[in-house]
């Protein structure tokens, strides 16, 4: 050996540590090959197995957006085939290019069958059409997926991106378990797949808790044991007299130790998730990915429908044909459009997620939703619509939807253009509808009460958009109305009653009495003063939901049609002079309910004299005094003065927010997940530390330089006899630098001679070089792992014993 040449050199230059070369063993016994090819036969079987349970608890993910059969042949059929072509392609050794090849065919023939089942012939032959629905649906189905309201079924071509992600993940993580390097990697495919899951959910559902638990634990699982195997693989490498009699010892020490750091892993992370989400619980709403991405319907972009009201009476559309049906049975009323927030101005849809403005694709077949209350008065019913002159994007419906279909010219752009609002139960199309349009819609009937059965009532517990803006008079006329009524049902009953009393009926058309269109607040001041009280509809509705409003009961204001009372199965004819109002109002036993509060129509009395007291106050100039009853349910204007300052922040310093905040959360979960990391990290620094204190002699500093060179071992792989002499382990690790340290170690040790305190610092700058030169043995991913190993911490085999003392560093 020439000198300074390192004793684990090859004469070629490549480095190779004595402790990596694969000792050359004799040809083996029969017995002994039958029992290694078992043995790697086990194995494979066992992490597809593995990895095949990960895999579905990931796909598992997904059935909130679906809850269909379908998915579920879908989920075994991607899952089969993807671990079918990876074992293959294992045991065959086939190169990547060929795995790849395999894996397209068999993904394109499957795909059809398995996520476009309804293009299929006997569910197994795919279509022509079939076929170009799927690939198209490679490219568009992601963006789709996340504009349709869940759950979607097998609609259209939806299951494709779960087929996509269960096939390419199972195949991609089983290939590299049974082919890579690093086995460690196999985890990446599930959790992308699981990740996706969530990003695709639903935005008001979270991911169940225990499958969180049950990927998390496997995961671990899956690292635990690769770390086993790597580590018994090494063991069983070792050119040593003492590895053979070590090796089943460390072994079941090595799966002891991997179990227990798993399970304590788990549960520190489920219980640490738990105290946060119970301490901090956050308010604020689930956001994935269907929440940014913004229907193309916005009902905001069009005039509110109950600004038209009168429009459907004038002489010339009063008696037009707008829309046939067929089935109506005993429905009485037909929504176009359901209403529930009042500015002042006009009665719109809403703004806020979760309200009436807030529409969404469906499939064509929806689950009907759990509607507070006791289901009394709904029906299910199928109603067949034909378009004749309704225009604009309002579809007309009765409840809430189970199935529609779609008739005509081009039932397919219908389809397309189709919106669903869960929360009121409306529909609407982009897709201009026209005369010869058609569709069938079943759907749940909301139930109905009169005004003498609100009495019983009491108050729902709804969220609805603040009114802004009350009409002066309005809380005067309830008080004036609700008598001596004692509960908030006989309140409304009462009110609602008064106003049908004195309310009259005129459209203000022809040579009707006078009376204003609109639903502002200073109309429905006027119709609160005026003698007699005189409007239609629209007026009727606005002012009875505000009523209702101010009394606690949630409610909202419903523009629809009546249906003739001699309807019956056969077909009806609706035209704008059956245009008509009413309101849902929320009750805590049925949920929501119709209520018509529309005065009957009768002769209108001459209109009284003015009397001079009643002078019509400024709108709005006096903030009325504040009603600390139970009766006013909405917030303070100044909430909403606040929010519009809050909207009102400018460009650049929204965005400066919003990129902080990304920024703030991004590092606080790098925190988070290096804060273990830096704990091992600091607690050595520490060990260290004590260990080179000039406070505790040379002889005791020479004995701890000892141990940080015999941990520094430990950490970086090596792993001597728990019973070696630091000789030993001094040749474990191998050259003559570590052999000379440990001689120095043993002669402070046992020796007569008192070392000086520049022996100490000379053996702790050799044992830094020592430091430097195992690090240069390894890789930088290998530097890393040893300088957050916590094999020098934690008891292990061949590391500490107590007090500190390394077992590699016996005094002997």
């Not at 940014?292 to 037009?320: I, K």
């Not at 309704?390 to 529609?404: A, E, H, K, R, V």
Request: net charge positive.
């Amino acid at each position: 050996m020439r000198a300074g040449q390192r004793p684990w050199a090859t004469s070629g230059g490549r480095r190779e540590h004595p402790h990596h070369r694969i000792p050359r063993r004799s040809a083996l016994e029969p017995g002994q090959l039958e029992g290694r090819m078992s043995v790697g036969l086990r194995h494979r079987i066992a992490a597809t197995g593995y990895l095949l349970v990960l895999m579905t608890c990931a796909v598992v993910a997904f059935w909130p957006i679906y809850r269909d059969s379908d998915f579920v042949a879908m989920a075994i059929g991607a899952l089969v085939a993807g671990a079918a072509v990876a074992v293959v392609g294992a045991i065959r050794r086939w190169s990547t290019l060929v795995t790849a090849c395999v894996a397209a065919g068999a993904f394109l023939v499957l795909g059809v069958p398995l996520a476009v089942p309804g293009e299929t012939m006997w569910r197994v032959a795919p279509t022509w059409q079939g076929f170009l629905d799927f690939l198209s649906a490679l490219a568009l189905s992601w963006r789709q997926l996340v504009t349709i309201s869940v759950p979607v079924g097998s609609y259209q071509a939806l299951l494709t991106p779960p087929y996509v992600l269960a096939f390419a993940g199972t195949l991609v993580s089983i290939t590299v378990a049974l082919r890579a390097r690093m086995p460690e990697l196999a985890l990446v495919p599930p959790l992308a797949v699981f990740t996706m899951a969530i990003v695709l959910g639903s935005d008001t559902t979270a991911t169940p808790l225990p499958l969180v638990v049950a990927i998390a634990a496997l995961s671990v699982g899956w690292l635990a044991w690769m770390r086993r195997r790597r580590r018994v693989s090494r063991l069983v490498s070792l050119d040593s007299a003492h590895a053979d009699g070590v090796r089943r010892g460390e072994r079941s020490f090595a799966a002891a130790r991997s179990v227990t750091v798993a399970t304590v892993a788990v549960a520190v992370a489920v219980a640490a998730g738990v105290a946060v989400t119970t301490v901090l619980p956050t308010t604020a709403a689930r956001t994935v990915a269907r929440t940014t991405a913004m229907p193309p319907f916005n009902p905001r972009d069009y005039a509110s429908p109950l600004s038209g009201f009168r429009s459907y009476l004038q002489p010339a559309t009063a008696h037009r044909a707008l829309f046939t049906v067929t089935g109506a049975g005993r429905l009485r009323t037909i929504r176009l459009a359901t209403l529930d927030t009042y500015n002042g101005v006009v009665y719109s849809v809403g703004t806020q997620p979760g309200d009436s403005g807030a529409f969404a694709r469906v499939p064509d077949t929806l689950a009907l939703p759990d509607r507070d209350g006791d289901g009394a008065g709904r029906s299910i019913q199928t109603l067949e619509v034909s378009i004749d002159g309704l225009s604009g994007p309002w579809l007309p419906t009765f409840g809430d939807l189970q199935t529609i279909s779609f008739g005509g010219d081009d039932p397919g752009a219908l389809r397309d253009g189709f919106y669903y609002n869960s929360t009121t139960a409306t529909m609407a199309d982009i897709a201009a509808v026209r005369a010869g349009d058609s569709y069938s819609v079943t759907a749940q009937t909301t139930p109905s009460l009169t005004i003498a059965q609100l009495a019983t009532a009491k108050p729902g517990d709804a969220a609805l958009p603040a009114v802004s803006v009350m009409p002066d008079d309005l809380d005067d006329t309830v008080h004036r109305y609700e008598g001596d009524a004692d509960t908030p049902g006989k309140k409304l009953s009462a009110v609602l009653l008064k106003l049908t009393q004195n309310g009259y009926i005129s459209h203000g058309i022809g040579s009707e009495p006078t009376s204003l269109s609109g639903h502002g607040a200073d109309r429905i001041t006027s119709l609160l003063t005026d003698q007699p009280m005189i409007g239609d509809q629209e007026q009727y509705a606005v002012t009875a939901a505000l009523m209702a409003r101010r009394l606690g009961f949630p409610a909202r204001v419903v523009l629809g049609f009546t249906v003739p009372q001699n309807s019956d199965n056969g077909s009806t004819t609706i035209t704008g002079s059956d245009i008509t109002a009413w309101i849902q109002v929320q009750t805590a036993k049925q949920g929501w309910v119709d209520v018509d509060p529309n005065p009957q129509v009768r002769p209108i009395p001459e209109k009284k004299p003015e009397r001079p007291k009643q002078i019509s106050r400024p709108q709005s100039v006096v903030d009325p005094p504040k009603d600390t009853s139970d009766r006013d349910q909405n917030p303070p204007p100044q909430s909403h003065v606040k929010q519009e300052k809050t909207d009102q922040l400018p460009l650049w310093l929204s965005i400066l927010l919003t990129v902080l905040t990304v920024l703030g959360w991004t590092l606080s979960v790098a925190a988070l997940v290096v804060a273990p990391f830096l704990a091992v990290i600091a607690a050595k620094w520490r060990r260290r530390r004590g260990r080179r204190s000039s406070r505790a002699g040379p002889r005791v500093r020479i004995s701890g330089a000892w141990r940080e060179f015999a941990d520094s071992a430990v950490d970086h792989g090596y792993s001597p006899h728990a019973s070696a002499t630091r000789s030993e382990a001094a040749q474990a690790v191998g050259g003559p630098r570590s052999l000379l340290l440990a001689s120095v170690a043993d002669r402070s040790a046992f020796g007569r001679a008192e070392p000086t305190e520049a022996d100490a610092d000379q053996v702790w700058r050799a044992v830094e070089e020592l430091r430097r030169d195992l690090d240069a043995r390894t890789t930088r991913w290998g530097r890393l792992r040893a300088r957050v190993s916590l094999r020098s911490l934690g008891g292990y085999r061949g590391g500490r014993t107590e007090k500190g003392s390394s077992s590699t560093g016996s005094e002997r």
